[in-house]
Nanobody
Framework: QVQLVESEGGSVRVGGSLRLSCVAS????????MGWYRQSSGNQRELVAM???????DYADSVKGRFTISRDNAKNTLYLQMNSLEPEDTAAYYC?????????????WGKGTLVTISS
């Protein structure tokens, strides 16, 4: 059974930083494409960042230069370093795993963690 467990989010001031992590089990983590998605109130879930099994990355335009996705295959852990946070970054953040970085099709999802940015 595949499990993706996100770290606890939190409330951060505008301009602050936060690092999310996601621990995966029941999956060959090193072979999976991993991603972070987010969903804010009233909006559809959107891709934030994705990393392939070989380390290739892709980011939403809204987070380029501010967020960094990384992975530690030895720890089966995915990270999202978020800097220069803005109120628009407030959302539930979801970790996801799939088998195609090209199609960005995700097969497994975490339960999500809430990130709130306050002014």
């Amino acid at each position: 059974q595949v499990q993706l467990v996100e770290s606890e989010g939190g409330s951060v001031r505008v301009g602050g930083s936060l690092r999310l992590s996601c621990v995966a089990s029941g999956i060959i983590f090193s072979a999976a494409a991993m991603g972070w998605y987010r969903q804010s109130s009233g909006n559809q879930r959107e891709l934030v960042a994705m990393i392939s099994s070989s380390g290739e990355t892709d980011y939403a335009d809204s987070v380029k230069g501010r967020f960094t996705i990384s992975r530690d295959n030895a720890k089966n852990t995915l990270y999202l370093q978020m800097n220069s946070l803005e109120p628009e970054d407030t959302a539930a953040y979801y970790c996801a795993a799939g088998w195609s970085f090209t199609t960005q099709t995700m097969n497994y999802w975490g339960k999500g963690t809430l990130v709130t940015i306050s002014s």
